[in-house]
């Protein structure tokens, strides 16, 4: 059977599911608002690919993609379940009002206060849910021999990704973590929050960015959790010309391969990375809690969004 999973599905598509699509198998989708430009399904439709060559349950399963507005999300998880969809990824803005829905199995979850991955049990009749992004962002900078621990990091935005990556920071002991985003209640929340969780060693500094504070030292690693970058014509959230100079700058996004914040490193001969092989390694250790199995295959999933994004 011919399954598009490259179609953006509606909640409408979603409310008449088994009419619209014809599938029976296991369905994984992305969830976001806008979701179009994912290249989610590209990548763990090509690792289920993989996976049902040596296992054959895995040729029914399906990564398709949702454009599910905000206040669509409570119904959307709802008709998910009803549906035989056994997990999820979430992304803008679902990361942080999906905690209303579901149960945070990782711990993760509760302390960043946002969740990527979703896997519903049916034993239990909910959506248990996970954080992997901070996973990927770990494994994107250790790629490029970046190592978090020890590392001053000054993190640019406070959203659901940041969430994921400010705690990861924390629990892989940096040495200090400032925090800017454009909306400073923002980050008060958030640092709020981060204090709370048991990752948060009191020996770290965590604490709001400030141009002029005397603590900000050459060789940190400025991350980009902002959306800013993702049009073509967006302004950099950070002039890198303001800060002591960073060993390393990461933007979170991928699509432009290259944004104003990175064009600014290479012009600066700062080393520098983009997001696609956090957007693999994150995938990764989703599809891990969706299958259960610890050796799914990274390299066809980093070859499959390489080849989506040169045909796209
Ligand atoms: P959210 O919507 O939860 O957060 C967006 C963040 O960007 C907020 O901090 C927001 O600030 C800031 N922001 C938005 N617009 C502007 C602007 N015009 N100027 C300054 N700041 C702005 O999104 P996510 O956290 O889920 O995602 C953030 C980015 O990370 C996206 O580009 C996403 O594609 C990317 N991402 C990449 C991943 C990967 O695997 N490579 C994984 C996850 C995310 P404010 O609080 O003021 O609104």
């Known amino acids: ?139 994107a900078l250790k790629d490029k021999s970046v190592e978090i621990r020890g590392s001053d990091v000054i993190l640019l935005g406070a959203g659901g990704a940041a969430r994921g990556a400010a705690l990861e920071c924390l629990v892989w002991q940096c040495a200090s973590l400032r925090i800017l985003n454009r909306t400073r209640p923002t980050i008060d929340l958030l640092i709020d929050h981060l204090k709370k969780s048991t990752a948060c060693n009191p020996l770290t500094q965590l604490l709001a960015f400030d141009f002029a504070d005397p603590g900000l030292h050459a060789n940190a690693i400025v991350i980009n959790a902002t959306s800013l970058g993702l049009k073509n014509n967006d302004e950099s959230p950070l002039d890198l010309t303001r800060i002591p100079r960073p060993a390393f700058v990461f933007d979170m996004i991928y699509r432009p391969a290259e944004t104003r914040l990175l064009k600014q490193a290479a012009e600066m001969g700062i080393p520098f990375a983009n997001g696609l092989s956090m957007l693999v390694h994150q995938g990764a250790q989703s599809l891990r809690h969706w299958t259960g199995i610890e050796s799914v295959p990274v390299d066809v999933m980093q070859r499959a969004v390489n080849s989506a994004l040169i045909s796209s």
């Open 1 to 139: 059977m011919y399954v598009d999973t490259e179609f953006v599905y509606t909640l409408d598509d979603l409310r008449n599911w088994p009419n619209r699509s014809l599938f029976k198998g296991t369905a994984l989708a992305v969830v976001g608002h806008p979701i179009a430009h994912s290249l989610s399904p590209a990548m763990h439709n090509a690792a289920l690919q993989k996976l049902a060559q040596t296992d054959p349950q895995y040729a029914d399963w399906r990564y398709f993609k949702f454009d599910i507005p905000p206040e669509g999300l409570g119904e959307a998880l709802r008709l998910f379940s009803a549906n035989n969809f056994l997990g999820l990824n979430l992304t803008v803005p679902h990361k942080t009002l999906a905690l209303d829905y579901i149960y945070p199995e990782a711990a993760t979850v509760e302390d960043a206060g946002a969740a990527n991955t979703l896997k519903f049990v049916k034993e239990f009749n909910r959506w248990h849910g996970y954080n992997t992004d901070g996973y990927g962002l770990r494994h």
